[in-house]
């Protein structure tokens, strides 16, 4: 098995001069370490510069990769020319590392060239993998592991096709007859852009649903496996299609994960059955995705609610991540649901439950970050103008205690919960802001004179500073719009107190003072 990865030129007879000869696995090391150091050129040329008896098809490859790691994708291109100008006949893993190279392009519009090479590659591939099965159809160089990266390539620039064309030319069995890598990355493929004709994936839905219908008549032959990134990608494709298409997508999360949608909000135990398959983080993440889609939020709420019941062995409430529980804060604002500012808060408190059960690992995924409470208080919260709740998040989310902010029990400096690195998110103009306007839409006194303690205190022209961080220039755009808002919205609540406030609720002189300077700090924006 050694002489396998030599190369050809390696000779095993030990040297009788005694010299140690440059080992092909010796120099991959060295070129590793060289493109670790961002000097991909000086690797290239020591790889064109070793010993013959160093180079072999394995070390080749190896530079090719770090240069597609580099973004070098001409430069990679032109070693796998070179490799083949030397006698290294490139293998399959060879083909597999420039196509998984060149599917990581975003923008394939400034990159027209390597979209040819991607093409001429993928055809040198179908070559050498028909030549591998005339003399053994049973080599481990059959794998369509090329194919699939390259399906992905044409569904990033919208060839959508040529991604049939491909799969109609390949063997209806064997080990190049498609499978479950390849039907996936087809599905992923239909769900990356519109079809160009009608701006739409309307019609890239209705080819996911024939897809399926051509991958259930090709188990029959092949019986691959399916598993649970097949069905989501199959779920995501669909998603964005015809009423009839989302209905099949729904039949498959019901199938598959044994999720059952309701168009209504059931509080007791969610309908659920048995799935075929335990339901994993990303096709949770699928199915919610299709929820969205499909304009079908209480879908979502109802089965993140059988989730939460379900045992750990189908998939249950330890699979959640905040990504998931995100995208149902938002589902619970496009279902304009009655409380759902109660239902929100309620969300987060169970996600600093689970981060406490959960090693620290798992716990990072499940912590609420500033998106988070930035989504419940700016939006949740604000909608409802409901200052209780915007006040528990806003002490969940930086640790100050609003209570001291309050009338009557205000203390001369607030206090903070010291916590564990990353759990203390400080407040931003954004969400003073909001807490602001909160306050003003609650048309509650006692609510606005706490907001404007609360933003006295934090200062508008330091929330508007830059930070010691590096920041971007959107960044700091960001900053001074949002500060310039809080300004308006604090100026609007004064407004409210100067005018309507009675003798029971007369402003103190040290309020008096605070409203002032807060006045002075929004003129300067």
């Given at each position: ?5 030599r ?6 007879e030990?040297n009788?001069?005694?010299k140690i000869?440059l ?9 590793k370490?060289?493109?670790d150091?961002a000097?991909v ?12 008896d160093a180079?072999n ?6 530079l090719i990769?770090?240069?597609?790691k580099?973004e ?6 032109d070693?796998y020319i070179?490799?083949?100008r030397?006698g290294?006949?490139p293998n399959?893993?060879?083909f ?7 599917a ?15 093409h ?7 070559r050498?993998?028909d030549a591998?099965k005339?003399?053994?159809?049973s080599?481990a160089e ?7 990266a390259?399906?992905?390539i044409?569904?990033?620039t919208?060839?959508h ?8 030319s390949?063997d209806a069995?064997?080990?190049l007859?498609?499978?479950?890598l390849l039907f996936?990355a ?7 852009k519109?079809t ?5 994936f309307v ?6 649903k024939l897809?399926?219908?051509l ?9 691959f496996q399916?598993?649970?990134?097949l ?5 995501v494709?669909l998603s964005?299609?015809r009423?009839?298409?989302?209905d099949?997508a729904?039949?498959l999360a019901?199938?598959?994960?044994g999720l059952?949608?309701l168009?209504g ?6 309908s659920?059955?048995?799935?075929i398959?335990?339901?994993?983080p990303?096709s ?7 929820c969205?889609?499909?304009?079908r ?6 089965f993140f609610g059988a ?8 998939g249950?409430?330890?699979i959640?991540?905040?990504?998931h529980?995100?995208?149902?804060l938002?589902s ?5 649901i009655?409380?759902c500012?109660?239902?929100?808060i ?5 996600m600093l ?5 959960l090693p620290?690992t798992?716990?990072t995924?499940?912590r609420?970050t500033y ?8 939006y949740i ?6 200052w209780?709740?915007?006040v528990?998040?806003?002490d969940l989310m930086?640790?100050?205690?609003c209570?001291?902010?309050?009338d009557?029990v205000?203390a001369?400096?607030?206090?903070i919960?010291h916590?564990?690195t990353?759990?203390?998110i400080p407040p931003?103009?954004e969400i003073?802001?909001?807490m602001?306007k909160?306050a003003?839409?609650?048309?509650n006194?006692?609510n606005?004179?706490q907001?404007?303690?609360?933003v006295h205190y934090?200062g508008i022209q330091s929330l ?6 590096l920041?971007s220039?959107?960044a700091?755009k960001?900053k001074?719009f949002?500060?310039?808002k ?6 609007e609540?004064?407004d409210i107190?100067s005018s309507?406030?009675t ?5 103190r002189?040290?309020?008096l003072v ?12």
């Open positions: 098995t050694v002489a396998k990865y190369s050809k030129h390696y000779n095993k030990p009788p001069d005694g000869f080992e092909p696995h010796i120099l991959s090391g060295r070129l370490k060289l493109c150091r000097q050129d000086t690797a290239v040329a020591m790889l064109k510069n070793s010993p013959l180079q098809v394995p070390v080749w490859n190896t990769w770090e240069c597609l580099a070098r994708f001409r430069l990679a291109h070693l070179d490799m083949k030397r290294h006949r399959t893993r060879t597999q590392t420039l196509m998984n190279g060149l990581r392009i975003e923008d394939w519009e400034s990159h027209p060239k390597q979209l040819a090479n991607a001429s590659v993928h055809q040198a591939f179908m050498h993998v591998v005339k003399h053994d159809p080599s059959l794998s369509l592991a090329p194919t699939a390259y399906v992905k044409l569904g990033a919208g060839l096709q040529e991604i049939f064309d491909v799969f109609y390949l069995e064997g080990p007859a498609p499978d479950h996936t087809m599905f992923q493929a239909l769900a990356m519109p160009a004709e009608t701006g739409d019609q890239n839905a209705a080819s996911a897809l399926w219908n991958m259930t008549k090709a188990l029959r032959r092949t019986k399916i598993d649970g990134q069905v989501s990608s199959a779920m494709a964005r299609g009423t009839i298409d989302q099949f729904f039949s019901n199938e598959y994960f059952v949608g168009d909000v059931d509080n007791s135990a969610p659920e059955g048995k799935g398959l335990p339901l994993q990303q949770f993440a699928a199915i919610l995705t299709l969205r889609n499909s304009s939020p209480l879908h979502a709420i109802n989730v939460l019941q379900r045992s750990e062995s189908q249950g409430p330890s959640i991540d905040r990504a529980v995100e995208q149902v938002h619970l604002i496009a279902a304009n009655s409380s500012s109660e239902k929100a309620e969300l987060i408190e169970w439950t689970q981060e406490i059960k620290s798992a716990a995924k499940i609420p998106p988070t409470f930035n989504l419940l208080i700016s919260c604000r909608a409802e103008n409901n209780r709740v915007a528990k998040a806003f930086t640790g100050y205690h209570h001291d902010f309050m009557g205000e001369k400096e607030p206090r919960d916590r564990s990353g759990r203390n931003t103009a003073l802001s909001s602001m909160i003003v839409g609650s048309e006194r006692a606005i004179r907001a404007l303690r609360l934090f508007a500073r830059p930070s010691h961080t920041e220039k959107k700091l960001d001074l949002y500060a310039r809080l300004a308006r919205s604090a100026i609540g004064i107190l309507r406030s003798s029971q609720d007369r402003p002189d040290d309020d605070r409203w002032q300077s807060l006045k002075v700090e929004a003129k300067k924006l």
